[in-house]
């Protein structure tokens, strides 16, 4: 197979020209533009040089309008400078890399311009969520719903060093288990991480963990300059010398270049024969050229590589690199942050060909004719379809969501009920919900919808107890139409379906209402996963059950503290906690809708629940009420005019607000109770008021909060309540200037039942009532409940 030599050319040429702009961006930003903090742009430069050959065979050739690529963090300047190449990036953009709207300085879905397909940065959730996007792609088409837009394949860059991140394994197993296809890896193997050299070996490693995953592994070692030496009389000791060369050793010489190699090479195999004579015919800098050459810098061995695809299992691609290459820092294992001098830069400039004052010009240095090259990049096949951003209308969400009611329940319950009533209709929300779940589906009560639904997969798989009629509550079957993906207990691996799921409308033209459940204290297994679906604006609802001490009966292990303030710090997660179930139909309602509403004014949302069982207001739900559940707070109990205190709760705790309150209002009659349905909506609300008016001074609006505690007068306390971290709600008092006593829990790990456990962390009506107690100047509260014996 062989690529034909001018069109060799063209890319050679463009990826030297990557390789300068990507280069000239980082030393742009450390150099030129002034740098009032003094912070040097490190870690991009060699990591860059890296991959910026690979970068340009797949961009400028191999790649398809419908392929998605999440590109190792650090080679953003090669990304960047790909697309300003391409026309989707501009200068000043450039020119302002890392600053303030500039170039982002790890492909960012949300503040670049240029068309990135997934967020990276935090190192391995780039690569894991490629393997989701496919899917997720299969997916929407075993639904029908690909139409003719043909498949596109997932590619992620991959740093070696990035390999070690766990979530990777955890994607790959679950690859495996869901038949994944079109999904490409391409392993930058340059031997080096950022602190040091890696591990001999590694790539044995890789190849045979990929095959037992059922991928294709391609070694791409050799570049064509290697190959040709090879054949040479004498090449072969050299193959084999190149094979059996230190990872460290062959860094160091990269470094030290032509002259180094040669004496090397001399001492290790000079026979005065045949590989002598190979290394003589050479100069310093011609050896230093055929021993850079590895496959991964070598256009025409990658585009071999690519094309020579002829499947659609999984690959990946093991592509020999040296770090930093071309660089004066090349295979330094220091060169993380290593930058280029301005002598150094100067020297390589001149170099190249290109003038002072012309660095930014496309194509300045490049002898080909200018006209051909523009033409050559308008032809690019990834550039056949312009922006690649797909968009798809909204789905209709009913005016309300039924649920089948009951005098006592839990929220757990409801969310089951909820979606086991959008499961029994036909709506086009009941179609294009899907749920998943890390094997935590049955107890987080999404057994009813699964049962109607059914699970998805490929290939069709009847439950075998059902076929045996062996009794069950739940049905196991599986087929091309079903509508809950069931993943292992991976937690980052449902974060990262959910974003992969959450973005399907961007990425594959269709609308897709993912919700995924997990129990809520191992939330904080998969943070950084979740973080980086939101700042990827990928959308979705997630419903984290049981939730806090209440899951008493499942054991201290299990309880989640910080989940609250999760809730509130998670930027692009609109946060919930319900104490009831009507409640929580309101909120699912708005939360299908919230997760469809454009950039900036939508988001993902978060449902903290519980599986505590508690009587359920039986009562109208009004416009009014409907608002306010969704602002986060509305008073179930309306203070009076000398009020003097208020019980404001959270959540699976309400009976015991509701119980104190009893209690102080025996003589406190004004007393209110403020149910808090989002501690998160209630605070960015109050936030974003207090912008607005500081913003724009004169304007008068109040925040939902603020509105509803102006009657309060200045000497009224609140006492706060909630099953998770007390500073939840704390803040609640800086918003009119009350005191406030926050209740909540600060340790984890007490087992118990709930009235032991509520009594231990003092948030029992009894705690509340002595809470209050302090906080009254008034007539003191006799009332309290009796003490269980
Ligand atoms: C989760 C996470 N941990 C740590 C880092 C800091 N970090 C950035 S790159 C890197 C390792 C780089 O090695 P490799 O993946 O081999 O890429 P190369 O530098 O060789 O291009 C580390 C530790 C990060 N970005 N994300
Ligand atoms: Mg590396």
Redesign the pocket.
Same mark, same amino acid.
């Given at each position: 197979m062989g690529i034909d030599p001018a069109r060799l050319e063209t890319l050679s040429a463009l990826s030297r020209k990557v390789l300068w702009l990507s280069s000239w961006t980082i030393h742009h930003a450390n150099h030129i533009r002034p740098n009032t903090d003094g912070l040097k742009v490190g870690?991009h430069q060699a990591?860059s040089a890296?991959l910026a050959n690979i970068m340009s065979a797949l961009y400028f050739s191999v790649l398809r309008p419908q392929d998605r690529v999440a590109v190792?963090?650090?080679a953003s300047p090669v990304f960047h400078a790909i697309q300003y190449l391409f026309g989707h990036q501009t200068r000043d953009k450039l020119e302002n890399f890392r600053g303030y709207k500039g170039a982002q300085s790890y492909p960012s879905r949300t503040k670049d311009t240029d068309d990135v397909d997934f967020s990276t940065?935090?190192? !391995?959730l780039g690569v894991a969520q490629t393997l989701f996007s496919s899917l997720v792609q299969d997916y929407v088409k075993a639904h029908g719903w690909m139409k003719d837009r043909p498949e596109g394949r997932m590619i992620a860059l991959v !740093?070696?060093?990035?390999m070690d991140?766990g979530n990777i394994f955890e994607a790959l197993l679950e690859g495996w288990k869901q038949s994944l296809r079109n999904t490409w890896w391409v392993v930058?193997y340059?031997r080096?991480?950022?602190d040091a050299v890696v591990r001999e070996g590694l790539w044995a490693k890789f190849e045979s963990m990929f095959r037992n995953f059922g991928w294709d592994v391609v070694i791409v070692k050799y570049g064509k300059l290697m190959q040709a030496a090879f054949a040479e009389p004498g090449g072969e000791a050299l193959r084999r010398w190149i094979d059996n060369c230190p990872n460290q050793m062959y860094a160091a010489l990269c470094f030290q270049g032509g002259a180094a190699f040669r004496k090397h090479l001399r001492d290790d195999i000079g026979d005065q024969g045949p590989v002598s004579q190979l290394i003589d015919r050479r100069s310093d800098e011609e050896l230093l050229a055929l021993m850079s050459n590895l496959g991964g810098h070598d256009m025409a061995s990658m585009i071999e590589a690519f094309e020579a695809v002829d499947h659609d299992r999984p690959v990946c691609f093991i592509a020999y690199t040296i770090?930093g290459v071309g660089l004066p820092m090349q295979g330094h294992k220091d060169n993380?942050a290593g930058l280029m001098t301005v002598a150094q830069m100067e020297k390589w400039r001149a170099a190249q060909n290109i003038r002072p004052g012309h660095e930014w010009d496309r194509f300045e240095g490049l002898s080909q004719d200018h006209a051909k090259l523009e033409a050559f990049l308008a032809a690019a096949p990834f550039n056949q379809e312009g922006r690649r951003r797909l968009t798809a209308p909204e789905i209709e969400v009913p005016r309300e969501l039924t649920f089948k009611p009951a005098a006592q329940m839990s929220t757990q319950q409801g969310f089951g009920l909820i979606l086991n009533e959008i499961a029994r209709g036909s709506t086009e929300l009941a179609s294009r919900i899907v749920t998943t779940s890390p094997d935590v589906t049955v107890s987080t009560n999404l057994g009813a919808w699964v049962n109607r639904r059914g699970l998805f997969a490929k290939a069709e798989n009847h439950d075998l107890f059902r076929q045996e009629k062996i009794p069950s509550a739940y049905t196991w079957e599986f087929s091309p139409k079903g509508q809950h993906i069931e993943l292992g207990i991976a937690e980052m691996n449902l974060f990262i379906m959910l974003s992969a799921l959450g973005l399907s409308h961007s990425i594959n033209g269709e609308r897709l209402l993912p919700v995924g459940t997990l129990y809520d204290p191992f939330i904080e297994r998969g943070l950084d996963a979740l973080n980086y679906a939101c700042y990827q604006d990928a959308r979705f609802m997630v419903a984290a059950t049981p939730s806090g001490i209440t899951l008493a009966p499942e054991g201290g292990a299990h309880q989640s503290i910080a989940t609250p303030l999760i809730g509130i710090a998670q930027d692009g997660l609109a946060s919930f906690e319900p104490a009831f179930v009507d409640e929580l139909s309101v909120i699912m309602r708005w939360g299908f809708q919230h997760m469809q509403r454009e950039a900036g004014a939508g988001g993902s949302v978060y449902l903290r629940l519980s599986t505590r069982a508690i009587e359920q207001p039986q009562r109208p739900m009004s416009a009014t009420l409907h608002q306010e559940i969704t602002e986060g707070a509305y008073w179930l109990r309306k203070p009076g005019p000398n009020c003097d205190i208020v019980i404001a709760y959270t959540g699976a705790v309400a009976p015991e607000a509701i119980e104190a309150v009893g209690f102080i209002g025996e003589s406190h009659r004004d007393v209110g109770l403020l149910a808090i349905t989002s501690a998160d909506r209630l605070h960015a609300g109050w936030t974003a008021a207090r912008k607005l008016r500081r913003d724009r001074r004169g304007v008068q609006y109040l925040s939902h909060i603020e509105n509803l505690l102006a009657p309060l007068s200045r000497d009224c306390g609140i006492v706060t309540v909630i099953d998770g971290h007390p500073a939840t709600l704390g803040w609640l008092g800086s918003v009119r200037g009350n005191r406030v006593e926050a209740l909540g829990v600060e340790h984890f790990g007490q087992t118990g039942t709930i009235d032991d456990l509520y009594r231990h962390h003092g948030m029992d009506a009894n705690a509340i009532i002595d809470a209050a107690e302090s906080l009254t100047v008034g007539a003191p509260i006799r009332h309290h409940r009796k003490m269980a014996v």
């Open positions: 870690g990591s890296s190792k963090p650090h940065g935090s190192v !391995g !740093g070696d060093a990035e991140e930058d340059n080096q991480s950022l770090k993380h």
